[in-house]
């Protein structure tokens, strides 16, 4: 039997080569039943906001199809969504919410009101950290010599993905979730991709000392390796500060869990840390299990 492990950067699935056939019931059944065969018994399924088109209401009827699997997350905008905004979702069912691409830098005073919202209903928020990806990673490929690269350079070219937008990796750095938990101590953050390369000393700054910031190891097989040769699993970030997140394609879960399991054996951890990591630390941020303290 597999040990269970916890997704909590998991996107409810579009089918984004035909948007006008979402085929929401069968891409979402595809994407469970993957996790499920990876290991993975709880996924937060961020759902709404900038990544989707349907009410908030309608994604918690699609998280209904797997009730023990799904936890549902609503992606919001901290400058459009108040206080009682926030207030509904978690009266509506959600149990976590996540944001990114914000037009202030997360620590924005205009933001604080759905902070403050997310900190008294206990939903945890995670929080996109650096750099937002694109369809091709230049650091490993290039449209030049990949014919795969071409063809997702041109297709997001024919889609209008590679428009103008009011997006800055400067708004969503690391020191911002510091500011976040220095005035709401008890609000839960994780932030993605352990901070985004360029961000891991800052990410780990931060994770040292908020007691209630982790980040998640999410964002494919470069940061994967940075995890590994740059010392940040348990050597840089506490491995009570981490959890994972897939943040891929459905067929990508599968390599991911994989490449997770070298990174604990390349790292040394014990089962317990691994375990940590792989589920209980997300279990506890999301109060499905208490936190756990030593003994004098």
């Known amino acids: 039997m597999k040990p269970p492990i916890w997704d909590v950067h998991c996107h409810f699935p579009r089918n984004w080569e035909d948007p006008d056939n979402p085929e929401y019931e069968r891409l979402l059944d595809e994407r469970g039943a993957a996790l499920r065969e990876a290991g993975v ?30 936890v549902p997350s609503a992606v919001v ?15 509506m069912g959600y149990k976590g919410l996540k944001i990114i691409g914000t037009k202030f830098e997360y620590d924005d005073p205009r933001y604080f009101p759905c902070y403050a919202a997310a900190e008294e209903f206990g939903l945890p928020i995670l929080m996109h950290l650096g750099v937002i990806g694109g369809g091709v990673d230049y650091a490993i490929t290039h449209p030049r010599r990949d014919p795969k690269a071409a063809e997702t350079y041109q297709r997001m070219q024919k889609m209008g993905r590679m428009q103008p937008r009011d997006v800055s990796a400067i708004r969503m750095r690391p020191f911002h979730l510091d500011s976040i938990a220095n005035n709401f101590p008890s609000l839960r953050l994780i932030g993605a991709h352990m901070g985004g ?61 994989e490449h997770l399991e070298q990174i604990f054996t390349d790292c040394g951890l014990t089962e317990d840390e691994a375990d940590r990591i792989r589920y209980r630390n997300a279990a506890e941020i999301f109060g499905f299990e208490q936190p756990t303290f030593a003994a004098e």
């Open 77 to 91: 905008d901290p400058g459009e969504q108040s206080f009682r905004d926030i207030k509904r979702l978690y009266e």
């Open 197 to 257: 390369t360029g961000n891991y000393d800052e990410a780990a700054s931060v994770t040292r000392w908020r007691h209630h910031v982790f980040l998640d190891m999410s964002g494919g097989d470069t940061i994967e390796r940075h995890a590994v040769e740059r010392g940040l699993v348990k050597r840089e970030i506490g491995v009570e500060k981490l959890t994972w997140g897939s943040d891929c394609n459905t067929d990508e879960i599968a390599s991911h869990v």
């Open 41 to 70: 018994v709880k996924a937060s399924l961020l759902s709404g906001g900038r990544f989707g088109s349907l009410p908030y209401e309608d994604y918690l009827e699609f998280a209904k199809r797997d009730e023990d699997l799904w």
